[in-house]
């Protein structure tokens, strides 16, 4: 299983990210992503999960009309979009595979994307 | 939903470390815990209060009672030196899913 995500961003304040995570070694349908984020010494903080298989989403409030979270089956990649970039949204962004579950987790993330959002 | 862990836990190798993760009435929910290094992913070493996936070293157990959640690693490495978390799952918050301020463990 490897989760693979694009590279580092430096943003203006005001300006939108994508970031991709691309999967393999497993059946993507099959499972729920997650993307967290963790600003620098701190927690990790969920931002939202997409399921594949039927494109459901649920998103943290917080970031609410801020963040879009979709998946393209046919390269097994999702994708994270965050818009109205503030200087508190500079974090190493996560992608996370979740296992369907009555008490969701994490069993595999990728190796992180650092956004930077700086004038 | 409020999980709170001790900042800092110190041990010398070989010997048994735990860290808590404390919550009300936590033993009524699912606790996962994850390992950080420096500059690296979190790994998931526990799910489900006392699982571990597969890779994951015997060293590393899990409790869960009353209002707090334990991770044991018994006999600890210097290689386990690193940030822990613990996470669990509340429908009732938002998030849902919410993780502890973390433990940074050291090794002597």
């Known amino acids: 299983v490897q989760l693979v995500q694009s590279g580092a961003e430096v943003k203006k304040p005001g300006a939108s990210v994508k970031v991709s995570c691309k999967s393999s070694g497993y059946t993507f349908s099959s499972y729920g992503v997650s993307w967290v984020r963790q600003a620098p010494g701190q927690r990790p903080e969920w931002m939202g999960w997409?399921?594949?298989?039927?494109?459901?989403?649920t998103y943290a409030q917080k970031f609410q009309g801020r963040v879009t979270m979709t998946t393209d089956t046919s390269t097994s990649t999702a994708y994270m979009e965050l818009r109205d970039l503030r200087s508190d949204d500079t974090a190493v962004y996560y992608c996370?595979?979740?296992?369907?579950?009555?008490?969701?987790?994490?069993?595999?993330w990728g190796q992180g994307t650092l956004v930077t959002v700086s004038s | 939903y409020v999980l709170t862990q001790p900042p800092s836990v110190s041990v010398a190798p070989g010997k048994p470390a735990t860290i808590t993760c404390g919550g009300t009435n936590i033993e009524g929910k699912s606790v996962h815990w994850y390992q950080q290094q420096p500059g690296q992913a979190p790994v998931l070493v526990i799910f489900y209060d006392n699982v571990r996936p597969s890779g994951i070293p015997e060293r590393f157990s899990g409790s869960n009672s009353g209002n707090t959640a334990t991770l044991t690693i018994s006999r600890v490495e210097v290689g386990d030196e690193a940030d822990y978390y613990c996470?669990?799952?509340?429908?009732?918050?938002?998030?849902?899913?919410?993780f502890g301020g973390g433990t940074k463990l050291t090794v002597l």
């Open positions: 996470q669990v799952w509340d429908s009732s918050t938002d998030p849902p899913r919410v």
């Open positions: 996370a595979r979740e296992p369907e579950s009555s008490s969701p987790y994490f069993d595999y």
């Open positions: 997409t399921s594949p298989y039927n494109g459901d989403t």
